[in-house]
């Protein structure tokens, strides 16, 4: 089915150790997106991109970085993991035209212990 | 800079009875676009409705309905007649999409959690 997967669904993680999360779209969206939710304060914005090689800052940047190298894949990694960063993370896609074809992914949940 | 709040973090009603989740934003543009998204608890978002500044027509969808007004900034939703299913978090969210190089972000408020008693 067409969409947005995140991969893995689920991660634990030791403080200081690193990971990447990958988020694949096959709708050709221009632009994507990482979020995290965390208990009470909706969803926020990480980084986003709005085209293959573009990346730029969102809401709550720091402690992560991304890549677009192609059109369909968006990487978000963690350098060195801080308990600060346990949230459930979405990924999210849409169309270049504004207001239209938001999809988002089933979300990965992350523990830093 | 845009911002949505939802003052109600949490409303509990039995069922049948009607409730108003209500959203106010701030943007400064004059072309967006808000958004309404239902969160289940197997954690997936779901897209309810998505409606533009321009547009200010209610919407009724079965049992939800949007009431849109841009004198006062909100974008409210009602359920009627709640049923146990729509226990969940509702987002609401705004999105401004003039300029490419900001992308068209979504901004969301803190979520409403619903629940629905039998």
């Known amino acids: 089915n067409a969409g947005v997967t995140q991969t893995p669904k689920f991660r634990v993680l030791k403080t200081g150790q690193s990971m990447t999360l990958l988020c694949a779209q096959d709708?050709?969206?221009?632009?994507m997106y990482w979020y995290r939710q965390d208990p009470g304060m909706g969803l926020r914005l990480i980084h986003y991109?709005?085209?293959?090689?573009?990346?730029a800052k969102g809401e709550v940047p720091d402690g992560y970085n991304v890549s677009r190298l192609k059109k369909q894949n968006f990487l978000l990694g963690l350098e060195s993991a801080a308990p600060s960063q346990t949230s459930v993370y979405f990924c999210?896609?849409?169309?270049?035209?504004?207001?239209?074809?938001?999809?988002f992914g089933s979300g990965t949940r992350l523990t830093v212990v | 800079a845009q911002k949505v709040t939802q003052a109600q973090t949490e409303i509990s009603v039995v069922e049948k009875e009607d409730v108003t989740l209500d959203c106010v934003y701030e943007?400064?543009?004059?072309?967006?676009?808000l958004f309404w998204y239902k969160q289940p608890p197997s954690g997936e978002l779901v897209f309810l409705i998505r409606?533009?500044?321009?547009?200010?027509q209610n919407e009724i969808s079965g049992r939800y309905s949007w009431n849109f007004q841009k004198s006062t900034s909100s974008f409210n939703f009602t359920i009627t007649a709640s049923q146990v299913v729509d226990s969940a978090v509702y987002f609401c969210?705004?999105?401004?999409?003039?300029?490419?190089?900001?992308?068209?972000?979504?901004?969301f408020g803190g979520g409403t959690r619903v629940l629905v008693k039998p």
């Open positions: 999210a896609s849409s169309y270049s035209k504004g207001g239209y074809g938001y999809t």
């Open positions: 709708m050709n969206h221009e632009y």
């Open positions: 991109s709005v085209g293959e090689g573009t990346t």
């Open positions: 943007t400064r543009d004059t072309t967006y676009y």
């Open positions: 409606r533009n500044s321009f547009d200010e």
């Open positions: 969210a705004l999105s401004e999409a003039l300029i490419k190089a900001a992308g068209n972000k979504l901004t």
